[in-house]
């Protein structure tokens, strides 16, 4: 796997922001997909939101008009801006990649640690 550097989770009132920001260390060619995911306390993981190398974005229902997605091709680096927080929009944040060329060849799937987005009411 690749790894994936997260940063920007924090404590938030509900209708405050949060920038989320993943890259992966190392030496990266590319990066075919880059999305965002999240899990909150006894649940499953689900898709918060994707975006391809093209810049073509896809969004969970639950967050439409309030995150946007964006990335940094030169930098590698893909961004979720959250506004509009909600006490539910609570949970452990990953970064994903479906596929990554790197010196040694393509890399699949790799997943970040997790960033604490935690929104108070």
């Known amino acids: 796997q690749v790894r994936l550097v997260e940063s920007g989770g924090g404590l938030v009132q509900a209708g405050g922001s949060l920038r989320l920001s993943c890259a992966p260390s190392g030496s990266i060619f590319s990066i075919n997909r880059m999305g965002w995911y999240r899990q909150a306390p006894g649940k499953q993981r689900e898709l918060v939101a994707i975006i391809t190398s093209g810049g073509i974005t896809n969004y969970a229902d639950s967050v439409k008009g309030r995150f946007t997605i964006s990335r940094d091709n030169a930098k590698n680096t893909v961004y979720l801006q959250m506004n509009s927080l909600k006490p539910e929009d609570t949970a452990v944040y990953y970064c994903?990649?479906?596929?990554?060329?790197?010196?040694?060849?393509?890399?699949?799937?790799?997943w970040g640690q997790g960033t604490q987005v935690t929104v108070s009411s």
């Open positions: 994903n990649t479906d596929r990554v060329r790197t010196t040694t060849g393509w890399v699949y799937g790799s």
